[in-house]
């Protein structure tokens, strides 16, 4: 079968600064959309998120959706370099479409609390659930790995080109 | 690709620098350093149609995420 191949743009937001690369991402919570410009970040674990927007773009019930205890404290003890078992308990998560409250540390060394919680991200023709991180903060959406570059079979950043493309 | 990603892409926002704007249908419909308060407006000027909705990121800030 042929790649897949879904563009993306590289985009300066002032004169003479670095283009970075965005992805035309849309995000679907029930009947609920919204249309979010997202860095593409190879370095972020997960898609990450403004929880406001899932509040009030998506009309996403965290508390609501909490997941049982037990599910909680599996994630917090899970080995999340076994893949395979880590996998299995994404995927748990997003079947049950729980939320999972945490905090996290970004690279930067600041630290910040959200939920992990699915939601149907959409980039082109690639169209799956993925697990996000909602964080208390307000940062530029993200691409990351887990539920989006780890289902392509290639990512290309051209900056010369100024573009880009993800190979499904 | 959507005309409000195509206008997101080619036009200069940098006069929003901090903010986060709404963009429906080619046009700049809100803009507010708070997400709330910029969805809020959004939704009253859209009347139901899609919008774009980004961050224009701080101009003397380099992204390290």
């Not at chain 1, 959706?65 to 003890?77: F, V």
């Not at chain 1, 964080?135 to 900056?159: A, E, H, W």
């Not at chain 2, 080619?26 to 708070?34: A, C, F, L, M």
């Amino acid at each position: 079968m042929k790649n897949l191949k879904i563009d993306f743009y590289f985009k300066s937001h002032r004169p003479k600064h670095v283009p970075i690369p965005i992805a035309n991402a849309k995000f679907k919570h029930q009947n609920n959309e919204s249309l979010i410009p997202c860095l593409i970040d190879s370095g972020a674990d997960f898609c990450t998120v403004p929880i406001e927007i899932g509040k009030f773009m998506l009309n996403i019930d965290f508390e609501n959706k909490l997941a049982p205890y037990e599910i909680r404290r599996e994630w917090q003890d899970i080995d999340k370099s076994d893949s395979k078992k880590f996998n299995g308990l994404v995927e748990k998560i997003i079947e049950n479409q729980y939320a999972i409250p945490n905090s996290i540390e970004c690279a930067c060394g600041k630290g910040s609390s959200g939920y992990y919680c699915p939601v149907q991200i959409e980039i082109g023709v690639f169209k799956k659930q993925v697990l996000v991180f909602w964080i208390n903060s307000n940062v530029i959406p993200l691409i990351g790995r887990i539920g989006v570059f780890d289902q392509m079979k290639k990512v290309v950043f051209d900056t010369k080109k100024q573009k880009g493309q993800f190979y499904l | 690709m959507e005309k409000e990603f195509r206008f997101f892409l080619n036009k200069d926002f940098s006069k929003y620098a901090g903010s986060w704007i709404a963009i429906c249908e080619e046009r700049i419909v809100s803009s507010n350093k708070s997400i709330n308060k910029a969805i809020k407006t959004a939704k009253e000027k859209c009347g139901g149609k899609k919008f774009l909705f980004a961050k224009i990121p701080k101009g003397n800030q380099a992204l390290i995420l």
